[in-house]
């Protein structure tokens, strides 16, 4: 008897939607001490599978056809109250969003010792709740436990969750993007943890993902969805290595490739010049003190014209904001930003007017990086417009990089909620572009992209750079992709630059102790993604 | 624009309010036709009932018509609340502009001084404004407006901000587009639906507010309106109820209208074409 | 908010709130000054202009031959230690007059928000539980009903079918005139009284309260902790309680702050209508009169309470929500 058997499951969607059901004819299994990571791409049907285990669909997708069983009892043909009583107690979850995924009101204990309540195991919780936050490596399990939410981190969080879904010792963990909204190095910590507690207690875990990595990482078996239905499944070396179906095999092959050897363009003449930039951010009110967070401390770097340099770290490690000091989204307060000969800091709105040409940015955000009310061609021409290019050249020009990031003219007239993701990304180079710069950077420019869409807009990046001879600043949270792209590597933590050289170096030899943990880090770096057959 | 009515009409309700608001509209327009001669006048015997002697909604004390009241009522409730409305809108939107998109010090100040007037009784106030300053149309409108503004600075502040911070004016910004340029052309087309449900919604409360004001007795004495004409009805509320009860339900109807219509414009604008991800 | 950090936040607020009512007091020291004609005959109003006495005894108190900014001192000075000035008409103290008035206004304007609070979140959690039900359709006719009838005229309204009509419940004042009930009959008696102005003030907040508790409970159902509720097995009614209604509450209690104020400006209306003897009644009387000082003090006064209450609401709010910042 399999621990958890799908057979069959449709769930249907709300008519007027893009396709008539959310997943169809879905066959999987799972047994007792497995991981099983179910991988995808947004839209592919994953997080309904999970959820229909868990009898938590919306009311809107209701199970059409198929057979749900855990450790052989039907689950289909459960009363709701039934159903209550097996959640949480013989199946748990963990969700992606541990910021959100925890009553803000309660004391974190009280949320574990609920669970324990509501299946009449509340005698003793209060004990049971300390063993339960140590058996996650949380530190000082009693102050936890007496804490609320928004005093624990992320990855703490998430280790509460853990914690949560452990409480009765379910048979089954459903975890669904557990590690999404974590920084890599968190990520790795409760990959481990996972592992760790699934090993030793026999726990069966069926592991929702999109990231390949991950999928290295933990899976004993995959199952690749898309659109709904399952294309392949196998064991996890087998379909990493080997793939069969050919949605697999292109996912696999847009997974960035890590550092290749690559030679170091010939020396350049310098472009940008960055000394001892300090960037603080106050918050407070008139009624009460005010507290200093340092975001950037003394960074010092250059760039030669037609280099690429990566400046990577997690999140609240400071390169956004040192991106945005550049192009004096962010005003710092000390430092020297030396562009060609010039310093940029000490320069009003209008004596930057002449250098915007040739400084420009593209964003994280495809879905906030667009106006939504102005027609992609006047967005793409607005720029040159504004310095005095003739409003007919201007459009000229703008019809031309729609087909250079291949784009159909067509789009001229059309709104940005017409694109899709990857599509509008495309638009927000174009518009980057149309402004004919030295300089381009970019923040994050692929990370709210799915994998396959993230290839190629790397690719189109690569491409124009080498057309255009741009030299660029790259922005990123992710090791793999500056790997990809960028000829140096810049390390950032606590907005400091811990570390920096050409990326081959960096990521054979870290230096310093900061980029071996995140080196150590990457999911699934034992594994090299197949070259496409 | 033709999406924007096929989005408008599914609102059944909206739609009846869009009828009648049209209507109050015309009776106002049309009152000195309707009912010629000054509201004040007096045109029958007191205290008749509605439907006697051709006054379809009766006669007050001094045998004024009710129905040509509430006609040439209608002009002043409409004048006050659009007037006002303007009034409080352009306050409102300019403070809030300006503390949403500069930020920091100013942002501080401007929403301190907001606060302040959210805080205080803003009715009370309206009353000692009205009082002090005599009352006359101008300072009525003048009152509503001072009373009404801090809403609309929280909600156009609360959109600036955070549009301010969204990656296609910071795009705005990076191309070195001015900043008057980036406000008309960039923040405030997107911050707009919410400016105009709040708008159709503002001119139905100080529709109300000028009513409560007239109610007591603070309306400019050479004007006919609604609110007077149920504050003179108050004390002889036993004796004549229709004088209390018509003008009342010409200001249900008309504030009633101008929210449905609110509430429709807000299902037509809101399908968050200016919120992406939709 | 952790208990120990709560004498901090407590003190903070309180300076906030001082601030405040100073600026008030030198917002209606300008309204003095701005009107049309001499400040004293403004602090005299209509009836005591004519008394050269008194207005030569105003001149004096206030010092209106000096610099503005020594009368505005002197004036500070008066309103701290609540002598508010006094009313010519009434020959008594304006501070006198409103702590007299002040009991019956609380009453009206306590039941009122009580009802409204306890009401309307009721109702709002039943729509919000069965979307379509019969309290959901109650309560948008509630809602479209009352944020489109002037208040005062729903006072008449009750009145013509209550008391003229019906003769159900007595239509002014706040007791039986020369009745001398004592103890519960005069507590019933009072609450007769009491019923029609406190269902005319209430109501349109209940619907409000509805519609705001209705809105964000559905808001709160769609969160990510209520799904992990679900997911460990939380019973419905239990994620009701426990989880949703705790969260929904947070902006009520902030709307309930925030119109405080309105609530109060109401007042004057409902008492007028009723001829209930707070200070709403009060205000309008002095309005007839054109007694500005008593109408200044009126303001004053209701300003004062609506930042104690604000007060409350913001200790309120902090002790259900951990995370509100001190500051």
């Not at chain 1, 599978?49 to 199970?63: E, H, I, Y």
């Not at chain 2, 004048?79 to 920091?104: D, E, M, P, Q, R």
Request: proline content about 5%.
């Amino acid at each position: 008897m399999s621990l958890l058997r799908v057979e069959n499951l449709t769930v249907a969607l709300p008519p007027g939607a893009d396709r008539a059901h959310a997943v169809e004819g879905i066959s999987l299994t799972l047994e007792a001490g497995e991981i099983l990571c179910v991988v995808g791409e947004s839209g592919s049907g994953k997080s309904i599978t999970a959820n229909a285990v868990m009898g938590l669909l919306p009311k809107g997708l209701p199970v059409k056809s198929g057979a749900l069983e855990l450790l052989g009892q039907d689950l289909r043909g459960l009363a709701s109250e039934e159903l209550r009583k097996l959640r949480g107690d013989r199946m748990a979850m963990i969700f992606q969003e541990p910021m959100t995924a925890l009553n803000p009101l309660m004391r974190v204990g009280d949320q574990i010792a609920e669970a324990l309540q509501v299946h009449g195991a509340g005698g003793n919780a209060a004990a049971r709740v300390q063993e339960l936050l140590a058996a996650v490596n949380l530190p000082d399990p009693a102050a936890i436990a007496k804490s609320h939410p928004f005093r624990l981190s992320g990855g703490q969080r998430q280790r509460v969750m853990i914690a949560m879904a452990l409480a009765l010792e379910p048979a089954l963990l459903i975890a669904d993007e557990p590690t999404t909204a974590l920084d890599v190095t968190t990520q790795m910590q409760i990959l481990r943890l996972i592992r760790e507690i699934q090993s030793r207690r026999g726990t069966g875990v069926l592991f929702i993902t999109h990231d390949f990595g991950v999928v290295a990482e933990i899976a004993d078996r995959v199952a690749v969805m898309q659109h709904g239905r399952i294309v392949e499944q196998g064991n996890a070396a087998q379909v990493l290595n080997a793939p069969e179906h050919p949605y697999t095999k292109a996912l696999i092959a847009a997974v960035p490739k890590g550092a290749a050897e690559r030679d170091l363009p010939p020396p350049a003449p310098e472009l940008l010049r960055v000394l001892g930039l300090r960037k603080t951010y106050s918050r407070g009110g008139w009624f009460s003190g005010r507290v200093s967070v340092p975001a950037i401390q003394d960074a010092d770097f250059s760039l030669a014209r037609g280099e690429t340099l990566g400046v990577v770290g997690e999140s609240g490690s400071g390169k956004s904001t040192l991106a945005r000091c550049i192009v004096k989204l962010v005003v710092p307060e000390a430092g020297e930003i030396r562009f060609d000969g010039t310093d940029l800091r000490p320069l009003s709105r209008a004596g930057w007017k002449p250098y915007r040409s040739r400084v420009q940015m593209i964003f994280q955000d495809p879905y906030a990086s667009l106006n939504p009310r102005r027609l992609v061609g006047e967005a793409i021409a607005e720029g040159p417009i504004t310095h005095g290019l003739p409003r007919a050249e201007a459009l000229d020009r703008a019809r031309e990089l729609l087909a250079l990031v291949q784009l159909d003219p067509s789009a001229m007239a059309r709104y940005p909620h017409e694109f899709s993701g990857g599509q509008r990304q495309r638009i927000g180079i174009a518009r980057a572009l149309a402004m004919r710069p030295e300089l381009l950077i970019a923040d994050e420019p692929v990370s709210a992209l799915d994998v396959s869409v993230q290839a190629q807009v790397l690719a189109l990046l690569a491409d124009i750079r080498k057309k255009f001879g741009l030299t660029m600043l790259f922005i990123t949270h992710d090791l793999r992709v500056a790997a990809q792209i960028c000829d140096r590597v810049a390390v950032m933590s606590r907005g400091a630059i811990v570390e920096m050289g050409p990326t081959s170096e960096v990521f054979a030899n870290p230096r310093h102790a900061y980029t071996q943990a995140l080196l150590a880090s990457i999911p699934g770096r034992g594994w090299t993604a197949p070259a496409a057959a | 624009m033709a999406d924007f009515w096929r989005r408008y009409r599914r609102n059944k309700g909206a739609v009846v309010g869009l009828v009648v608001l049209i209507l109050v509209v015309i009776m106002a327009a049309t009152a000195p036709w309707l009912f010629p001669g000054s509201p004040w006048d007096m045109a029958s015997a007191p205290f008749m009932p509605p439907g006697e002697m051709g006054m379809w909604l009766g006669t007050d004390s001094l045998g004024r018509d009710v129905a040509a009241g509430i006609a040439h009522g209608a002009r002043i409730s409409l004048l006050v609340g659009a007037v006002s409305t303007v009034a409080a809108l352009s306050v409102g939107v300019t403070l809030g502009a300006i503390a949403g998109y500069l930020g920091g010090f100013v942002d501080d100040v401007v929403m301190r001084f907001t606060e302040f007037f959210q805080t205080i009784p803003s009715f009370v106030l309206a009353i000692l404004l009205v009082a002090i300053f005599t009352p006359t149309i101008g300072s009525v409108v003048a009152a509503i407006a001072i009373v009404s503004w801090p809403p609309v600075a929280r909600v156009v502040r609360a959109e600036f901000l955070s549009l301010r911070s969204r990656e296609f004016v910071q795009a705005a910004e990076v191309l070195g587009k001015s900043r008057i340029a980036i406000v008309l052309g960039d923040i405030l087309p997107n911050a707009l639906s919410p400016i105009i449900v709040l708008a159709s919604l503002m001119v139905a409360s100080a529709i109300l507010l000028e009513s409560a004001l007239s109610f007591l007795g603070l309306g400019d004495p050479n004007l006919m309106t609604w609110g007077f004409l149920i504050g003179s009805g108050r004390s002889v509320i036993r004796l004549a109820w229709w004088m209390s009860v018509f003008p009342g339900l010409a200001i249900f109807v008309t504030v009633l209208s101008l929210n449905l219509v609110g509430e429709g414009l807000s299902d037509a604008l809101n399908p968050r074409l200016a919120r992406g991800r939709a | 908010m952790e208990a120990g950090k709560l004498p901090g936040f407590l003190a903070r607020r309180l300076l906030k709130a001082v601030a405040v009512v100073l600026a008030i007091v030198i917002c209606n020291f300008f309204l003095v000054h701005a009107a049309p004609g001499d400040p004293a005959s403004v602090m005299a109003g209509q009836s005591g202009a004519a008394d050269a006495v008194f207005m030569e005894q105003l001149r004096r108190q206030f010092g209106l031959d000096q610099p503005l900014h020594v009368q505005l001192w002197i004036y500070l000075k008066s309103v701290l230690t609540l002598d508010l000035g006094f009313s010519h008409r009434q020959q008594m103290g304006v501070a006198a007059l409103i702590m007299e008035r002040l009991p019956a206004t609380l009453l009206l304007t306590g039941a009122a928000f009580a009802f409204a609070v306890v009401g309307g979140v009721t109702l709002g959690a039943l729509a919000a539980q069965r979307v379509g039900s019969w309290a959901d359709s109650f309560i948008t006719i509630l809602a479209l009903t009352f944020y489109a009838t002037p208040l005062f005229w729903v006072g008449l309204m009750l009145v013509l079918v209550f008391s003229v009509w019906l003769e159900w419940l007595p239509s002014f004042g706040m007791s039986s005139v020369g009745a001398g009930y004592e103890g519960w009959a005069h507590v019933w008696d009072v609450a007769q009284h009491l019923l029609l102005p406190a269902l005319t003030l209430g109501l349109f907040y209940l619907a409000v309260y509805a519609r705001l508790t209705r809105a964000t409970m559905l808001e709160v159902q769609d969160q990510d902790f209520v799904k992990t509720a679900r997911a460990k097995g939380v019973p419905e009614g239990r994620i009701t309680r426990a989880h949703v209604l705790r969260n929904a509450m947070l902006p009520v209690i902030t709307f309930a702050g925030i119109q405080a104020g309105q609530l109060v400006g109401g007042s004057i209306l409902v008492e007028t209508v009723f001829a209930w003897p707070g200070i709403g009644r009060l205000a309008f009387e002095a309005l007839l009169a054109r007694d500005y000082a008593v109408l200044l003090g009126v303001f004053f006064c209701t300003s004062v309470i609506v930042v104690l209450f604000n007060l409350a609401t913001d200790l309120l709010y902090a002790i259900i929500d951990p995370r509100v910042e001190v500051g």
